[in-house]
C-alpha cells in the first residue's frame, strides 16, 4: 500500500472529474485522479457548440484542452481501472491495479454509459449520424431526416427537439404504444414533423461514410428500409455506481447518486459530481457536469482546510 495519505483521490476523468482536478490544484489539495478513458462520452461529441467560449469544438479537441490545463497546474491522470474503495477508519482506501491509495476525501465522478441497441452500423456510425444526444447534435440536422430510437420519455423529448431542426422525424419502437407520459405522446402526434412508427426493431444501420438508411424488421410504407441522415438512440442510459453503492452510498431509484447542493453524499467525506448524481436536475450536460465537479472540489477544500 502507498503510505502517502492524499487529501483527495478523484474517481473518474471525464468533465465532473477533471473540473474537480483542476480546482482541486488550484486550492493545493494533494490528490490523485483515476480513470481509463480521460474525458470519458465527450471525446464521442463529433462537434460541441454550446460550451461557452468555443463557438464550435470537437469532443476530443475540447478534452485535450482541460487536460493540458490540468497537467500545466502539475497534475496527470492514473490511467488504472478502480477496482473497489472502502473505509478503513478515518481514511478512505482506493483498489485500482493491484495497487492500494489512501485519501481523507473521494469525488466520484462515475459517469453514465449510454444503453446500446447492439446492431450491426451502430458502432461504425457513431459520430457520422448516429448520435446518443440531441442536445449536443440536434443543430447538423438541419433541414434533414432523422429517427429517434425508443418509446419512453427521453425519446419523445429527443423528437420535439430535433423537430426544431430536421425537416422530419421518425419514432421508432418496439411495442405497440409508447410508454412516454401521454402528455408527450399528444405533443408527438400535434406535430406535424413527426412521425412514430409502432411495433417494429432496427436491424441495421447502413451507409457509405456517413447513415444513409436503417433497416426494419416490418415492411413500413411497403417498404423494409427508412431513408435517414441521423439515428438517435434514446434507450435509457445507466449511472455506473457500483463503487459507490459497495461503499454504501446511497442512490435514487433510477441509481443515481443522491447529492446535496454541495455534492456531498451521505457519507462524510465522499462527494459526487457530473452524470451519475441527482445534481443540476439531471441535466446531463458538459457545462453541468465541469459546474459540479468545481462545487465539489471547493466543498472537499472547506472540509479539510477551513475546520
Known amino acids: 500500500m502507498n503510505n502517502t495519505v492524499y487529501d483527495l483521490i478523484i474517481v473518474g476523468a471525464g468533465p465532473a472529474g477533471l473540473s474537480a482536478s483542476i480546482y482541486a490544484s488550484r486550492y493545493k489539495l494533494n490528490h490523485l485522479i483515476f480513470g481509463m478513458n480521460p474525458g470519458g462520452q465527450i471525446t464521442e461529441i463529433r462537434t460541441l457548440e454550446n ?10 479537441d475540447f478534452i485535450s484542452r482541460v487536460l493540458e490545463q490540468m497537467e500545466n497546474l502539475g497534475m496527470r491522470i492514473n490511467k488504472e481501472s478502480v477496482s473497489a474503495i472502502k473505509k478503513e477508519e478515518d481514511v478512505f482506501v482506493v483498489e485500482a491495479s493491484g495497487h492500494k491509495y489512501q485519501a481523507h476525501s473521494l469525488i466520484l ?7 446500446k441497441i447492439n446492431i450491426p452500423g451502430e458502432k461504425e456510425f457513431t459520430g457520422r449520424g448516429v448520435s446518443y444526444c440531441a442536445t449536443c447534435d440536434a443543430m447538423f440536422f438541419k433541414e434533414k431526416v432523422v429517427s429517434v430510437i425508443g418509446g419512453a420519455n427521453s425519446a419523445a423529448v429527443t423528437a420535439m427537439e430535433l423537430a426544431d431542426h430536421a425537416h422530419k422525424v ?34 441495421e444501420i447502413k451507409g457509405e461514410n456517413k447513415v444513409e438508411k436503417i433497416i426494419l424488421d416490418k415492411p413500413y410504407d411497403d417498404k423494409t428500409f427508412l431513408k435517414t441522415d441521423g439515428v438517435f438512440v434514446e434507450v435509457g442510459s445507466e449511472p455506473g455506481v457500483s463503487l459507490a453503492t459497495n461503499l454504501g452510498v446511497a442512490v435514487d431509484e433510477q441509481k443515481y447518486i443522491i447529492v446535496s447542493p454541495d455534492m456531498g453524499t451521505n457519507i462524510s467525506g465522499v462527494f459526487a459530481a457530473g452524470d451519475a448524481t441527482t445534481g443540476s436536475n439531471k441535466f446531463r450536460q458538459v457545462i453541468t457536469a465541469s459546474a459540479e465537479g468545481a462545487i465539489a472540489a471547493a466543498s472537499v477544500y472547506k472540509l479539510l482546510k477551513l475546520k
Open 170 to 203: 421518425y419514432v421508432i419502437f418496439r411495442r405497440d404504444k409508447m410508454t412516454a407520459d401521454p402528455i408527450w405522446v399528444e405533443k408527438l402526434n400535434n406535430n406535424p414533423k413527426i412521425e412514430l412508427i409502432y411495433g417494429t426493431n432496427i436491424l
Open 51 to 60: 460550451y461557452p467560449g468555443f463557438t464550435s469544438i470537437s469532443g476530443r
Open 109 to 115: 465522478a462515475l459517469g453514465t454509459e449510454y444503453k
